[in-house]
Every structure is written in structure tokens, then in C-alpha cells.
């Protein structure tokens, strides 16, 4: 079995920051692209982030130049570092990994994380 479990959601002022943390543990032999996606009441779950096993990134227009995407490969662990954020980034945050076991890679989902952006 493989579990990601996310952590570091709450409650933050508009213009605060907040780091987001999802470890990966189980029958692993490799993680390849990680993610991180967002749902908010209502609306389509979202992309917000992805970052390649070599780092390489891609973000959501709506949080270039404020969010940050970043992995540990030694710790199974992707990160997600929220500047400046607004009260439109309030939203479950999803944690996303494309992983590989018994010689198959599929995806996998984390239970999510509260983050509330509100004064």
C-alpha cells in the first residue's frame, strides 16, 4: 500500500504565508511527477503546482510569482510554500504523486488539507 499524508493547512491572514507538506510512504520504488491540486466548495478541483523528479516546475497562472513547488526525494516529501496569499486560495489543498509499484506507476491522492485565507 502506498499513503500520502498531508500537513501544514489552517488559517492565515490575506498577505500571509503558509507551507504545505505531503509525504509519501509504502511499497515505493519510485516517485516520478508530484503535484499539488485545490478544490474550493462548488468549484472543479485544480492544478496548482507540479515539479518533476529533477525539479523541473509548473504552476497555475494564478499563483506564478507566489507559491513555490519543491520536493525532497531522500524523504518522499513535496512541499508547497504560499506567499502573499488572498482569500481565493481558501481551498482543500490535494497533495498528487505519480508512483511507481509492481512494476505499474499510477497516481495517488492525499486526503487533503484545510487552508483558509480570511481576516
Known amino acids: 500500500q502506498v499513503q500520502l499524508v498531508e500537513s501544514g493547512g489552517g488559517l492565515v491572514q490575506p498577505g500571509g504565508s503558509l507551507r504545505l507538506s505531503c509525504a509519501a510512504s509504502g511499497s515505493i520504488v519510485s516517485i516520478y511527477l508530484m503535484g499539488w491540486y485545490r478544490q474550493a466548495p462548488g468549484k472543479q478541483r485544480e492544478l496548482v503546482a507540479t515539479?518533476?523528479?529533477?525539479?523541473?516546475?509548473n504552476y497555475a497562472d494564478s499563483v506564478k510569482g507566489r507559491f513555490t513547488i519543491s520536493r525532497d526525494n531522500a524523504k518522499n516529501t513535496v512541499y508547497l510554500q504560499m506567499s502573499s496569499l488572498k482569500p481565493e486560495d481558501t481551498a482543500v489543498y490535494y497533495c498528487?504523486?505519480?508512483?511507481?509499484?509492481?512494476?505499474?506507476?499510477?497516481?495517488?491522492w492525499g486526503q487533503g488539507t484545510q487552508v483558509t485565507v480570511s481576516s
Open positions: 515539479i518533476t523528479r529533477g525539479g523541473n516546475t
Open positions: 498528487n504523486a505519480d508512483i511507481e509499484r509492481l512494476s505499474l506507476i499510477k497516481g495517488y
